[in-house]
Structure formats: structure tokens, C-alpha cells
């Protein structure tokens, strides 16, 4: 992946390949990790929330540090105190504190009970694709975009909200609940959408305004600052949730199985849990890298992130459904599924006219 250039078609599929299967294993094992029989540990979701999020925030952060990817190339310095900082920091470490909410928060819609996990993520996706276009229009309004977004880019939209309407409003089909008649999903989903939201525009400003001879792949030092910020929120509010459990006595369905977790780990499956959801921190690279792909605009790099999770999804339904006995894709899903294909297909036109209008940019 290293000699691919950053903004070229090769490198955008290497990421999205990355993506995918990374995502299939993370899919995996949440649903091996959550399900009970068979030999399967039939973790709570917040037992599984803090092993899966304690792995992958360690390696990312780890990684980060060490290669030193922190090191950006700031466009202009600040004073702070008696110290001269990158100005960037004044929105990229915010960036990180809105990952920290994004983080549990995803884990978080897939541990409802009656709530269908497949109606829970494309809730989501389709959210953050609405999103991505939305920020779009906001930021060629104000004049950090450049591009425009192609017909193709908004055709590509509409099929990918067909397939994830059709899932949504059909979730009474598999005799699970709506998620907008709960109170407490919808806080969840709320907190997430509106991170999420914050979180796209800031990596599309940052995107946007890089100078266009700037050297290196900036993205790296967006990722590993945002990633650092992010740890350091996770780390605080879990302080604070054991401080209120262990010295207030505040219990709850969720406060006390998560802090179990810490004390009283699931025996002979805590490990396993780290060790296979670790693959949710992998996931983390390939999909920022993806969010801000250089040279295509957030609705192309929304798209692109959101229908390949979803697919991945849908693979890794079917795995399981092989492996361990679950539940295969309803009609429906493979209806959805068709809509997902037709949108890769604008998307992939749009990335031809892309490519081709980035090339005489060069020229």
C-alpha cells in the first residue's frame, strides 16, 4: 500500500479492501461474542464494549506513538503559554473527544435488546452518508471545497438511502422493535450522529485547506493526534464510571456489567475477546484513511466507507450463519443488498470522472 500514490484509484481499493476485511472480522466477533450456546461466551455488550475498545485503543494508540505519525506538517503556529503549537490542534484535538463518544457509542447500539443489529448499523451508516453530503454543500458554500460533487456522487446517495430505508422500516420483519420507539437507543444514536457529524466536518476542513504543494500524507498526523485525544477521553470517563460505581454505589444494566469487566473478568474468554475485537482498532486506520481520501469529496468518501461496511456486514452474517449456526440474510437484506451494488456502481463512474479530472489538475 506504501507505493501506491495517495490520491490514486489504486490506493483508494487497497483501503477499501483493508476495510472489508477487517470489518467482516469485526462484525464476526461481535456477534460470536454477544450470542450464547454452542460453546459461545454470551458476553453482555458492555463486557464485550470495554475488552474490544481497551485492545484497539492500546494498539492504535501504540502504533501511533511509535512512528511517530503525530509529527504534522502545520500550515501556521500558535502561541499556547511559552510554546509555539500547530494550529490545527485547535480542532483536531476536539476531533478526538468526539471518537471517544463515537467509539462505545457504536458498540453501544448493537447491545439493545430488541433491537435488531442489522437494523442498528444501517441506521448509522445511512446517517453518516446523509452527513457526508450535507458537509459537502456547507463547505463549497463556504469556499474550503474546491470540487463539486458530481451527478453520479448524488445518484450513488439516494440508492445507498433506498437500501438502508427498506432495512430500517422492515425491522418488524424479523420481530424486533422499531429503534425509534425507544427512548434510550435514541439517545445512543443521537450522541453518535452528532459526533459523527462534528467529527466529518473537521477531517473535511482539514482536508480542504492543506496546501495543495504540501508534502507527505498529512492525514497520518490528523489520525494519530485525533487518536492520542481520543485515548485520553476514553481513559477519563472510565475513571469516572469506577469512581461512581465503586465509591457512590451507582449500579445500572449497563454501569455495573462494564465495570465487572474491569474487576471480575469473564473467565477463559476476557482475552479472546481483546484479542479478536482488536480487529475494531484495525478498522480504525482503513476508515478515517478513507473519510479523508485525498482529491474526492466527503459524499464520494462517505459512500465509499459506509457501502463497504455494509457489505461486510452482510458477509459476515452469512459466515456466521455457516459457522455457528446464526440466523442467514432475510429476503430483504439481499434487496438491500442489490441497492448497494447500484450505488457502487455511480460511485465507481464517479471515481473514473475523478481520477481523470485529478490527472489533468497534474498536467
Known sequence: MGKAKLDSTKRLGELSFGYFIFYIITGLSVKFFLSSGAGRPGLNGME????????????VTTFVLIRRWYKINSIKRINFGKYMVPSELKYILPSGVFTAVIIP???LMYSFKGISVMVAMVLMRGSVIIISRVVDAIQIKKG???KKVYLEENIGVVFALLAIGIKI?????????SPFASLPVMVVFSA???SYAIRIYIMNYYKNTRPKKSKGDNNKAFFAIEQIASTLTLVLVVVVVILFAKLGGVTGDRITP?????FSPVKDWWYWAMIVGSAFGIVAFFSVFLFMFKGRTATFAGLVNRLTSLIAGTVSTVIFAIAFSGNFPMLIDWISLFFILVAITFIAFAEKKRAKELAMEKD
Do not use: D, P, Q, R
Open 144 to 146: 474550503f471545497l474546491k
Open 258 to 262: 462494564f465495570v465487572n469487566a474491569i
Open 105 to 107: 457509542t457504536t458498540t
Open 192 to 194: 453518535y450522529i452528532v
Open 48 to 59: 464485550y464494549l470495554f475488552y474490544s475498545t481497551f485492545s484497539s485503543t492500546l494498539i
Open 169 to 177: 422500516f422492515s425491522g418488524g420483519a424479523e420481530g424486533k422493535a
